[in-house]
C-alpha cells in the first residue's frame, strides 16, 4: 500500500501545460506550415525583401515627380505609363508564363528589373535626374513586370504539395499585398531622413535576395504545374478568357476587381496627393501615413495565414467595407483621423486583395493558373493605368477630394455587382 502511494507522488498526473505549450505552438506553426517546406521558404523570404525594394521605389518615384512638376497630372502620366505595359502585355504574360519554365523566367525578369533599378538611383544620387527620365523608367519597370507578375504569381503553388497549397497561396497573397504597403511605409521614412537615392539603390540590392533564392532552390524538390499544350499564342489567351468567363468562382472575383483595383487600390498616386494636397503634409508626414497603412496591413496580412480557405462572403464584406472607408478617407481634413482611418483601410485592402488571390489560385486548372493570373494582373494592376489617368486629370479640376470620392463610389459599384452576381449563382460560386 505504501508503495503504491508512492509510486503515485512519484508519477504525477500527465502534464497539461506542456500539451497546452505544444497545441499553442502547434497553432502558431499551421499558420506558416508552407515555410517549412525548403523551395518555399528561400522564396517567400527572397521575394518579400524583394518586393519591398519596388514598393519603396515605387514611393519615391511618385514623390519625385510631385518635387519636378507640382502636378497632379504628371503624377497621373508616370504611374500610367508605368502601368500600361501590364495592360497592354500582362495577358500574354499568363499565356508565356503557362508555357515556358517560370524559374528561370523569373530570374531573367529580375535581372533586367534591378539593373533598371540601379540606373534610377544614379541618376537621382548624381542629380541628374529629370521628369522624362522618370517616365523612360516607368515605362520600362512596366514592361518587366508585365511578364514577371503572372509568372509570380503562379509560380508559388509549384513549390508546394497540394496538402499545403491554401497556405502556401494565403502566405504568398499576404506576402504580395503586404509589401505593397509596408514597402511605400519605408520608402517615405527613408527618403525623409536619408533621401531619394539610398532607396532607390536598396531596391537594386534587393532583387538578389530574389535571384539567390531562385538559384538556390532544389528542382528535385518542386512540384510543377502541366503546362499548357502547344498552340498558337492568341489561341491559348482566347482560351484563358473563355475559361475565366465561364467560371463563375473565377468570374465574381475578375468583377470586383475590376472595380477596386481600377479605381481603389491606386494608393501610389492617391496617397502622394492626399498627403500634398489635403493635408499639406511633408515627405515625413506622407511616411507616417504610409506606416499607418502598413500597421492595420500586416495585421490582416498575418490573419489570413491563419483563417484557413476563404470564402466569396469575406471578399464581399472586404470589398465594400474598403469602399465605405475610402470614402471616408476622401472627406477627411484632420491628420489623425486620417492615419487612423488608413490603418481600417488596410486591413480590408490586405483582406479583400488576399481572398480574391486565394480564391483564384485554388478555384483554377493547373494549365490555365498562368492565363488567369494574367488577366487578374491586367484588372488589378494594368487597369492603373486608366485609373491613375483619371485620379490625375480629375484632381487638377475637381480636386482631390471629389476625385477620390467619386472613386469610392464606383468601388462600391463594383461591391455590389459581385453581390449580385453571387446570389445568382450561389453554388457555382461557392464550389469553384
Known sequence: MARGIKSSIAAPPAVPAPVERRGFALSIGRGFAALHIRNYRLYWWGQLVSLIGTWMQTTVQSWLVLQLSHSPQALGIVTTLQFLPITVLSLFGGVIADKLPKRRLLIGTQVVAMTTAAIFGLLVATHLIQLWHIYVLAFCTGLVNAFDNPARQSFAVELVDRETLSNAVALNSMLFNAARIVGPAVGGYSMAFFGAAPALFFNAASFLAGIGALVFMKPAEMYPARRSERGNVLGQLHDGLVYSWRTPSVLLVMVVMAAIGTFGYNFSISLPLIADFVLKTDSGGFGTLLALMGVGSLVAAIMTAYLGRPTTRRL?????????????????????????????????????????????????????????????????????????????????????ENTLSICAGLCTLGAIAGTWFQRRHPLEVEGG
Open 316 to 400: 464581399l464584406i472586404a470589398s465594400a467595407a474598403f469602399s465605405v472607408l475610402l470614402l471616408a478617407v476622401a472627406r477627411s481634413h484632420n491628420f489623425m483621423l486620417t492615419g487612423a482611418l488608413l490603418v481600417v483601410l488596410g486591413f480590408c485592402g490586405i483582406t479583400f486583395a488576399t481572398a480574391a488571390n486565394t480564391l483564384l489560385q485554388l478555384n483554377v486548372r493547373d494549365d490555365m493558373r498562368g492565363r488567369v493570373m494574367g488577366l487578374y494582373m491586367l484588372l488589378f494592376a494594368g487597369s492603373t493605368p486608366l485609373g491613375a489617368l483619371i485620379i490625375g486629370v480629375l484632381s487638377a479640376r475637381v480636386g482631390v
